[in-house]
């Protein structure tokens, strides 16, 4: 299939650049697979849409305040505005990194920018202001200090930081939320609660598992006393998850990978929906890549397991373990709106989008919801 295929229009207004005010409050486009019909809705009514027995499997990962600024240490920032000194403007020499996934002994895949002025060898200072320079900074903090190892895959660059014990606890002092770039503001303090669900546990991620913002813990409450099951799995979302598709042929396309675990008590409970032909609803495109890149490996079966996937889900999969989805909506030519096209129909899923246009749903990250059953 053809990347023109997964295209759609969409006004820049309807994309939500902050959440609702409370994160029950989404709206939410309900697409019946059997019928080829959508049906307008709201989040709060979800249990309404699923029945006592039914298992919601959700991504307790965690997301990590991964975006860094700073610079290449020994490079100054060059005075511009000669002639005015006095409004000591500067020609910006910022790097901007966002950490991407783990590897051994303190290193991590980033993407830094602008990543031409980057050479291996070099030391990167990162501070914790976006725009400025330790030279015309005027609270000062202390640093944080990688070397660059080395250039990878899809223009990851391996960064290795000088005090890897420290790390977790510097990136939330020093760190940003790592809001999207359709999200076109710096990130705020109050992204620190809305850009990470409410039953995040597991740290890793550098973007959020957006399907799970909505849930509030009156609303997991209201789902357990319906008798719905609740699993949860982890994956840590990373570029395999947001990263572009630039060939025009989707096929070729090859994910970064992204690391999951699934525990034994969850693997049970899942094993025994599928034994017991209750329907599992998967809350997120990462939550379905998880099971579904397990039950691939073990015949049809979620056994405990953890290590990457690179499953890339498109129009033809045939899917093992989820019956039913729930997801926000995505950018167009993406590998996201590709598997939600595998599990509902392309046809279906672009109608249920020219719809959510029309009746102006808020979409992307901090956007309304669809619940595809």
Same mark, same amino acid.
């Given at each position: 299939?053809?990347?023109?295929?997964?295209?759609?229009?969409?006004?820049?207004?309807?994309?939500?650049?902050?959440?609702?005010?409370?994160?029950?409050?989404?709206?939410?486009?309900?697409?019946?697979?059997?019928?080829?019909?959508?049906?307008?809705?709201?989040?709060?009514?979800?249990? /309404?849409?699923?029945?006592?027995?039914?298992?919601?499997?959700?991504?307790?990962?965690?997301?990590?305040?991964?975006?860094?600024?700073?610079?290449?240490?020994?490079?100054?920032?060059?005075?511009?505005?000669?002639?005015?000194?006095?409004?000591?403007?500067?020609?910006? $020499?910022?790097?901007?990194?966002?950490?991407?996934?783990?590897?051994?002994?303190?290193?991590?895949?980033?993407?830094?920018?602008? &990543?031409?002025?980057?050479?291996?060898?070099?030391?990167?200072?990162?501070?914790?202001?976006?725009?400025?320079?330790?030279?015309?900074?005027?609270?000062?903090?202390?640093?944080?200090?990688?070397?660059?190892?080395?250039?990878?895959?899809?223009?990851?660059? @391996?960064?290795?930081?000088?005090?890897?014990?420290?790390?977790?606890?510097?990136?939330?002092?020093?760190?940003?939320?790592?809001?999207?770039?359709?999200?076109?503001?710096?990130?705020?303090?109050?992204?620190?609660?809305?850009?990470?669900?409410?039953?995040?546990?597991?740290? &890793?991620?550098?973007?959020?598992?957006?399907?799970?913002?909505?849930?509030?813990?009156?609303?997991?409450?209201?789902?357990?006393?319906?008798?719905?099951?609740?699993?949860?799995?982890?994956?840590?979302?990373?570029?395999?998850?947001?990263?572009?598709?630039?060939? /025009?042929?989707?096929?070729?396309?090859?994910?970064?990978?992204? $690391?999951?675990?699934?525990?034994?008590?969850?693997?049970?409970?899942?094993?025994?929906?599928?034994?017991? &032909?209750?329907?599992?609803?998967?809350?997120?495109? $990462?939550?379905?890549?998880?099971?579904?890149?397990?039950?691939?490996?073990?015949?049809?079966?979620?056994?405990?397991?953890?290590? /990457?996937?690179?499953?890339?889900?498109?129009?033809?999969?045939?899917?093992?373990?989820?019956?039913?989805?729930? @997801?926000?909506?995505?950018?167009?030519?993406?590998?996201?709106?590709?598997?939600?096209?595998?599990?509902?129909?392309?046809?279906?899923?672009?109608?249920?989008?020219?719809?959510?246009?029309?009746?102006?749903?808020?979409?992307?990250?901090?956007?309304?919801?669809?619940?595809?059953?």
């Amino acid at each position: 299939m053809r990347l023109e295929e997964f295209d759609y229009p969409l006004p820049a207004e309807l994309i939500a650049q902050y959440p609702a005010r409370r994160r029950s409050d989404s709206r939410m486009l309900v697409v019946y697979r059997k019928e080829s019909r959508v049906e307008d809705s709201q989040f709060r009514r979800l249990p /309404e849409y699923l029945a006592p027995g039914e298992v919601l499997a959700l991504n307790n990962s965690r997301v990590l305040p991964a975006r860094l600024f700073g610079h290449r240490l020994g490079v100054k920032s060059q005075p511009i505005g000669k002639r005015n000194p006095k409004r000591k403007e500067y020609l910006s $020499t910022e790097i901007e990194a966002l950490l991407v996934r783990p590897l051994e002994e303190g290193a991590w895949e980033a993407l830094v920018r602008p &990543g031409r002025k980057v050479r291996t060898g070099e030391r990167l200072i990162f501070e914790g202001s976006k725009g400025t320079l330790p030279s015309v900074t005027k609270k000062k903090s202390t640093p944080m200090e990688a070397e660059v190892l080395g250039r990878g895959e899809f223009g990851l660059r @391996t960064l290795r930081f000088s005090d890897p014990a420290s790390l977790a606890k510097n990136l939330e002092r020093i760190g940003h939320v790592p809001l999207p770039p359709y999200i076109r503001r710096p990130d705020e303090q109050s992204d620190r609660v809305r850009y990470q669900t409410v039953y995040a546990k597991q740290p &890793g991620s550098v973007a959020a598992p957006t399907a799970g913002l909505h849930f509030t813990r009156s609303m997991l409450a209201a789902l357990q006393a319906r008798g719905i099951e609740r699993v949860e799995i982890t994956l840590h979302v990373s570029l395999g998850t947001f990263q572009p598709i630039h060939a /025009e042929e989707i096929a070729g396309h090859r994910l970064h990978p992204e $690391t999951f675990s699934i525990a034994p008590k969850a693997a049970a409970a899942l094993n025994q929906a599928l034994e017991d &032909g209750r329907r599992i609803v998967a809350v997120g495109t $990462t939550t379905v890549r998880t099971l579904e890149h397990v039950a691939a490996q073990h015949d049809g079966r979620i056994e405990p397991a953890s290590g /990457e996937t690179e499953l890339f889900i498109q129009p033809g999969f045939c899917f093992r373990v989820v019956g039913g989805l729930l @997801t926000n909506f995505h950018l167009p030519r993406t590998t996201l709106l590709m598997l939600v096209a595998a599990f509902a129909g392309r046809e279906l899923i672009l109608a249920a989008y020219e719809h959510a246009v029309r009746q102006r749903y808020r979409f992307y990250s901090y956007g309304d919801c669809m619940l595809i059953l």
